[in-house]
């Protein structure tokens, strides 16, 4: 028998829900917190039988498929007579408005957690009731409804009979799905060295519910022997969905174009590429409302029709077919690839889509009713990426701007300006007024409450003044007090706060230092996941970022013969103090390699080095330029032919760093100057700070794993195919000495010591 597993507010959304995208205004209720604040009212009321957050789950088998639908009622309660279930949601609108047939969507979920409650405990009626809280007066109606077991039943199935058009859908599809999985072999004639080590590590982390931390040397081929693996558990009923996680469009392409070579093979599979909102976006500009977008006008009228068409024709659904499709249907195209994840079995996205605190899918996070695995490619970036996603920052300019631009004709622009002008007070209160830094080591809640006051305000005028102009900077601004507010919640002792002030600008960011617990906790919602790169040297260090208490770990070295790749040692210091006096040495080694035949990459610790090279050398050079596009990065790349004899200039940790295949003759030789610290910064001073406090060693945390991290993926670009041969240049005289030369890979250590530049040949 197929089963289904749905949440609530999954089956209550496909099936109860209409009208338009309107997201001008979303009321600046805080949930975690003012839910709080209501739960504790309503305990008032009904003492201490009271439960807050109580989930609730029912298996109800109809026309042969079995639904199990789960979700989590805001609170239960019994007085004197009966039981009472709660649901509770904020609103702009005035309370007086609000009565019993105002939202047919709130009163279905609550219907839900009614009948489920009801069957479970065998009751024949109970009391359903919202409470609504008005987020501008802070007042709360509560609206009660006595309903019998027999009622809340019926209204039950009449939900899942709307929601069989999706059923049938998905159990077809399930059916040929497994069947396809099972006779599914592997893709290419043969495994390579390791892959098949891989593969079945992955597997077994799935089959356990265990995270797996694998560091595979490059050319493995490891989004196949990840996700090969994966799709056999799925089909095995080991997992629900899963996740592939990328940091980058290149490897969400490579990982689509795995999905199709398997589909080549009989693999009947449902996946889907999310991509970015304003990458996706139909509209002129991208203003998710009914009044300046025709695709959000009436969009949860046809999204299902959308989902059904899309369905009967795809099932790899690339970013163009979203567009095809939602042009078809007229509807969101985000929205519709949001909506699509559901009924696919591998959704292919960026990092941002399960670990962002304002980006990632709640539907999947939130409520945890499926078992969903994730495949972490290239996962030594999610470091810095995890850091950058729980930091934020607040600019005074941008404040202080609009507060002198508002010109008060009415009680909202007063609160708005007033609300304003109190966070720029607060912010200059807190600066250290003869240092350009200040550090401070505890959240501001005198600043959270005054960045929520304003946030209120703001959202009041928004909703009542859309033609109001300074809206579009009104709504910057909401957004961003939304997210410093939302990073606030996670502050600890693994944040600080740094107030910088640089010429006339002042900025005011929470920096996250540390994403053990954040990720942990994240983590924990979640059945396995297995991080996979080139480079997690050493382990200990990135599962600690990732917050894996409990993980196991493999290495898998490089599968192709050790002559292939040639590694030279040149010991010159290119440390910051000695770079002006061997500057000239650099370029007089550079103009030896360029006489080699072949292509070359160069790669530089910095920008700014790379142009002091630049000027004094007297050869042409293929320089990579900051902020490159896609197709620039493309017509770049594409300057690397097979008989060609081309130099380029990159910088470490940059676009050519890694997630390039330069195979064959387009790639013969790399050189790699410095050993990739990242510069000395406030940020990164401050992270070796906390971890030397945790008692761990905090320059390695903050500069020499992130630096040499840099230098294996650099030097990973050389052999990335079993005929590859080539030369890898390091140059600087650390790589010789501990701890360099220990977080070295494996292969690279046995190297040759360059002392005469003539020995470059």
């Known amino acids: 028998m197929n089963e289904i597993k749905l949440s609530v507010r999954s089956l209550v959304e496909y099936t109860e829900r209409s009208g338009d995208i309107d997201d001008r205004f979303r009321d600046s209720f805080d949930r975690a917190k003012e839910g709080r604040k209501i739960h504790r009212m309503i305990q008032e009321q009904y003492g201490q039988s009271f439960s807050s957050e109580v989930p609730l789950k029912n298996t109800t088998v109809y026309k042969d498929i079995k639904y199990t639908v789960q979700g989590r009622a805001d609170g239960i309660g019994k007085d004197e007579h009966e039981y009472i279930i709660d649901e509770i949601k904020s609103t702009t609108r005035e309370l007086d408005e609000l009565e019993y047939n105002s939202n047919k969507y709130h009163w279905a979920q609550v219907k839900c957690y009614g009948y489920f409650f009801c069957k479970d405990k065998g009751l024949d009626h109970i009391t359903l009731q919202l409470s609504y809280y008005q987020v501008d007066k802070k007042e709360l109606k509560i609206i009660k409804k006595a309903f019998n077991f027999e009622e809340l039943e019926n209204f039950y199935i009449s939900l899942l009979e709307k929601y069989a ?34 593969s079945a590590n992955v597997y077994k982390a799935i089959e356990k519910n265990a995270n797996l931390l694998a560091e595979a040397a490059t050319g493995i081929g490891k989004t196949i022997s990840t996700l090969f693996p994966a799709i056999k558990a799925l089909g095995e009923n080991l997992t629900d969905k899963i996740f592939y996680l990328t940091s980058k469009s290149t490897q969400k392409k490579a990982c689509l174009n795995q999905v199709f070579m398997m589909k080549k093979k009989g693999l009947d599979i449902r996946a889907i590429e999310i991509t970015a909102k304003n990458k996706i976006c139909l509209n002129d500009q991208v203003k998710c409302n009914p009044d300046d977008c025709p695709y959000a006008k009436g969009h949860f009228d046809r999204v299902n029709a959308a989902i059904i068409d899309i369905f009967d024709n795809e099932d790899v659904i690339t970013d163009e077919l979203v567009r095809k499709y939602a042009l078809k249907h007229k509807v969101c195209p985000l929205e519709l690839e949001l909506d699509l994840t559901n009924f696919c079995d591998l959704v292919i996205c960026d990092y941002n889509y399960v670990f962002d605190p304002t980006v990632y899918l709640k539907r999947y996070f939130d409520e945890v009713v499926i078992r969903t695995c994730l495949l ?4 030594h970036n999610l470091v810095s990426r995890g850091r950058d996603m729980y930091s934020y920052e607040l600019f005074l300019n941008q404040i202080e701007d609009i507060a002198f631009k508002i010109e008060v004709e009415n009680k909202i622009e007063d609160r708005v300006k007033k609300s304003l002008m109190k966070i720029a007070e607060q ?27 304003a946030k209120d305000a703001i959202s009041k005028l928004l909703i009542k003044e859309r033609n109001h102009p300074l809206y579009d900077k009104l709504l910057d601004l909401f957004f961003d007090l939304n997210k410093f507010i939302k990073i606030s919640d996670y502050y600890d002792e693994s944040f600080v706060t740094i107030i910088r002030s640089e010429g006339e600008e002042v900025s005011y960011k929470l920096s996250c230092l540390d994403t053990h617990t954040i990720f942990k906790n994240k983590l924990a919602l979640i059945s396995s996941a297995v991080f996979f790169s080139a480079t997690l040297s050493p382990l200990g260090f990135f599962a600690d970022m990732f917050g894996l208490d409990d993980y196991y770990n493999i290495r898998i070295e490089s599968p192709f013969p050790k002559e292939n790749l040639r590694v030279n040692l040149i010991k010159l210091s290119t440390r910051y103090k000695d770079r002006e006096r061997n500057k000239y040495k650099i370029a007089g080694i550079l103009k030896s390699l360029n006489q080699r035949s072949g292509n070359k990459l160069i790669f530089f610790p910095s920008y700014g080095y790379m142009k002091e090279i630049l000027d004094i050398i007297d050869f042409k050079v293929e320089v990579q330029e900051a902020n490159l596009s896609e197709k620039d990065r493309l017509d770049y790349l594409s300057k690397f032919k097979k008989s060609s004899s081309v130099m380029g200039f990159c910088v470490l940790g940059g676009v050519f760093s890694e997630g390039i295949d330069l195979i ?6 790399v050189a790699v100057i410095s050993v990739g610290l990242p510069g000395i910064s406030l940020e990164n001073d401050l992270i070796k700070e906390h971890f030397n406090a945790l008692g761990k060693n905090g320059f390695n945390y903050a500069y020499l794993y992130p630096g040499m991290n840099k230098v294996h993926q650099a030097g990973g670009r050389l052999i990335r195919d079993i005929y590859d041969t080539g030369d890898l240049y390091l140059i600087d005289d650390r790589f010789d000495s501990y701890p360099y030369l220990s977080l070295l890979p494996k292969q690279w250590r046995d190297y040759k010591i360059i002392t005469n530049i003539n020995q470059i040949k």
Not at 376 to 379: P, R
Not at 438 to 449: F, K, N, R
């Open 376 to 379: 972490v490619d290239e996962s």
């Open 165 to 198: 058009v999706f059923t049938e859908m998905i159990a077809s599809h399930i059916k040929l799905r497994d069947e396809s999985i099972s006779n599914l072999v592997f893709p290419y004639p043969a495994f390579r060295k390791g892959q098949r080590y891989l």
């Open 427 to 453: 912010i200059r209160g807190e600066m250290y007024e003869d240092k350009n830094s200040t550090v401070i080591y505890e959240l501001s809640l005198g600043l959270i409450d005054l960045c929520m006051e």
């Open 664 to 669: 064959g003759d387009r790639l013969e030789t």
